[in-house]
């Protein structure tokens, strides 16, 4: 935890997302839609040591609190995080990463001769059949994903 | 399938649905004439973006039968999509000329697709690799007319079941049935795909490689033209086609109540001789194609409750 406050320091105001498998704190981003047009302070930390992960990555956002949705689709690839919405210094409502019964727009079908991947003005649109461990199908090609495929498709 | 306005998935449909379609069709095929103006001055149109014989055919013959009129192509290189129009499109002004959409499609998932941008009811007619949900229907109404009953029967599937999308939805509405002993004949590299195993559970399911007496004991034979085209060397499928040939000497072993079906276009997987026999029901299965269809336009335009 020390080591870890003196890599990220606090945040005002915003959302810190904590428990993020290594590696995928820019898949995080991209999800939330941050990018580097974002106007204020955005902390990433990646391989920080945790004690549950083995290594973690965590985000933290100035001046953006997550809604639901947003949060929901982050357990997507990031299944045990833990999302902390702060106001003045202080965490005021801790949420965890709840899978929904359907996820839109996050990735891209694995299917390359899935229809939603060709030209057309569709977003992807998948079916949450399991979610440990996790299982989504295409809800055009119908074929599934696992934490293989969803992971190759970031 | 009564309360949706589309035919995409077998996987939508619930055995009490399929089990509703197959008395509609059953019915059809019995007394024709009833059904013969039902539909008189709608419009099915035939969206095949690949190409097709029979299930185009059995789609405007069923139209026909039904007093409509067909509109529709049948290569998409004379279309617009040639120019680069999308599906999304393409949909949305042939809505506008037809009252229904039958579609065929290389792309998995593009019936899915137009069904969202469409306000009329479409019917997939093949979407890729993915699904074929009429000929699963005309499959299982061709089994039920012969033998009485789909549960409790033996099936082999037997050919290419890897790419093979008629035996993938067919796996699956077998799965909805009781009883049901399924073995799966294929080489290796095109045996059915494990997830599509996962996805049908309930049947007993056994698989193998080899064709040698595995007609026997069995209710229904199932084979699939293995494709030449999924062998990046032709030596190999010369070798794999040779071993899959069904044979008049291997039909006359397995007995009478062997029951051969085929999607078709076959090539030379099952032998001209075998046509002739009592098990060869491959030419009545394709038959069967049109009080099927007519039987999901009727419904899903809400002319069939």
Redesign the interface.
């Known amino acids: 935890m020390k080591e870890e406050r003196l890599t990220v320091g606090m945040i005002k105001n915003g959302t810190v997302i904590d428990r993020i498998p290594k590696g995928r704190a820019l898949h995080i981003m991209e999800i939330i839609g941050v990018s580097n047009n974002y106007p204020s302070t955005v902390s990433v930390a990646m391989n920080v040591p945790s004690e549950k992960l083995g290594k973690k990555d965590i985000v933290k956002v100035e001046d953006k609190e997550l809604k639901q949705d947003e949060t929901d689709k982050i357990a997507l690839i990031a299944p045990e995080a833990k999302i902390n919405i702060i106001r003045d210094w202080k965490v005021v409502q801790k949420k965890d990463a709840k899978l929904p019964k359907e996820i839109e727009g996050v990735i891209k079908c694995a299917n390359p001769n899935c229809a939603t991947n060709q030209n057309e003005p569709i977003r992807s649109r998948f079916i949450v059949e399991k979610d440990n461990p996790i299982k989504i199908r295409c809800y055009f090609c119908e074929r599934p994903m696992d934490e293989k495929k969803i992971e190759d498709a970031l | 399938m009564v309360s949706n306005k589309d035919l995409i ?1 077998i ?1 939508d449909l619930s055995r009490e649905d399929i089990e509703h379609i197959l008395k509609a069709a059953k019915d059809i095929d019995e007394n024709p004439a009833k059904y013969s103006n039902l539909l008189s001055g709608k419009i099915l149109a035939t969206l095949f973006f690949e190409p097709s014989t029979r299930t185009m055919l059995s789609f405007q013959s069923a139209m026909s039968r039904l007093g409509g009129k067909t509109i529709g192509f049948s290569d998409s290189k004379t279309t617009s999509t040639a120019k ?1 129009e ?3 499109d393409t949909i949305r002004m042939v809505e506008s000329y037809s009252d229904i959409i039958a579609i065929r ?6 019936a ?2 137009a069904a ?1 941008y469409s306000k009329i009811p479409v019917i997939n007619a093949g ?5 074929h949900p009429t000929q699963t229907l005309l499959d299982l109404y061709t089994i039920k007319k012969k033998l009485g009953k789909i549960d409790g029967l033996k099936i082999a599937l037997i050919g290419d079941l890897k790419y093979g999308r008629t035996v993938h939805s067919l796996l699956n509405a077998l799965s909805k049935y009781e009883n049901v002993k399924i073995k799966l004949i294929a080489p290796d590299t095109l045996q059915m795909p494990k ?1 599509i195993i996962e ?1 049908s559970k309930g049947p007993e399911i056994e698989t193998g490689e080899s064709i040698d007496g595995a007609l026997k004991g069995m209710d229904v034979a199932y084979v699939t033209r293995i494709q030449k085209e999924r062998f990046p060397d032709l030596e190999e499928y010369e070798s794999v086609k040779g071993k899959y040939r069904i044979t008049r000497e291997m039909v006359e072993a397995a007995g009478k109540k062997l029951m051969l079906m085929h999607p078709l276009p076959r090539v030379d997987e099952i032998e001209p001789d075998v046509d002739t026999l009592e098990q060869a029901k491959y030419f009545e299965e394709a038959k069967n194609g049109v009080p099927i269809r007519m039987a999901i336009i009727a419904m899903l335009l809400g002319k069939i409750k």
């Open positions: 998935s996987r680069g999308t599906l999304a499609h290389p792309h998995e998932g593009s899915r697709l969202e979407d890729g690799t993915n699904q997830e996805d």
